[in-house]
């Protein structure tokens, strides 16, 4: 079996380090960036990674540079690994289309989960005849994880399958927002807050191509969302 390829891109040599090894000791081949521009030169050459984790300041530059050079041409797994913990720095990672955002300090087995989860919506493959779930011109395929549009993939993450998951489970019921901030919180930790639900509702709507006529996820004020 193939090894699945890390790009690393951290300037703290202690902790570049230090998850080089946890993770080569994880079966990871790791691939290691200390700047923007090591990290483009690393992008350019050989195969592409499987995930990416990427530190936001950086000496001549910053993750999310790394992070929209990414996202022009692959859907590869982005995890933000970063000091910066407040609110704005969290949503504009998300917006850029990171899959995940992981404050530092943080235990090894807690970033290793967040890997795992975002992998597994990225793994290769078309559905087979499973069961289908439909939403509005989406197709989701429970089994292999897979959302289409028509015969075209949607490419969600992580985080964004199992909110779509969470709202088809209760179809026709209202949410509160609390109600879907407790099942998407996991034993990974408490990740993802209120305001920050808020940016993956957008971003869902929009990938399944939500509009005005048709919004797929209603939102009902004061109270949560609604899928019909």
Not at 10 to 30: M, N
Not at 60 to 74: F, I, M, T
Not at 125 to 136: D, L, Q
Not at 149 to 172: C, D, K, W
């Amino acid at each position: 079996m193939n090894q699945m390829k890390v790009l690393l891109v951290e300037d703290d040599e202690i902790i570049l380090e230090g998850l080089e090894i946890a993770l080569g000791q994880e079966g990871y081949l790791v691939v290691t960036a200390k700047g923007c521009q090591e990290a483009f030169r690393q992008l350019s050459e050989g195969e592409p990674p499987d995930i990416c984790l990427l530190d936001v300041m950086l000496p001549d530059g910053d993750g999310y540079a790394v992070c929209r050079k990414l996202r022009r041409k692959s859907n590869v797994p982005i995890i933000f690994l970063t000091a910066c913990e407040d609110e704005l720095h969290t949503v504009m990672a998300l917006e850029l289309g990171a899959d995940d955002y992981i404050s530092k300090p943080f235990r090894i087995r807690e970033l290793l989960a967040r890997m795992k989860a975002v992998l597994r919506r990225s793994s290769p493959g078309r559905p087979e005849a499973e069961t289908v779930i439909r939403v509005g011109e989406n197709k989701i395929y429970p089994e292999t994880g897979k959302v289409y549009a028509g015969n075209q993939p949607v490419q969600l993450t992580a985080m964004e399958y199992r909110l779509l998951m969470i709202f088809t489970s209760h179809r026709g019921r209202v949410l509160t927002r609390e109600q879907i901030l407790n099942d998407i919180w996991d034993d990974a930790g408490d990740f993802v807050n209120d305001n920050t639900l808020s940016v993956y509702v957008k971003r869902l709507r929009k990938k399944l191509g939500a509009t005005e006529a048709e919004p797929l996820i209603t939102t009902v004020r004061g109270i949560g969302y609604r899928m019909e």
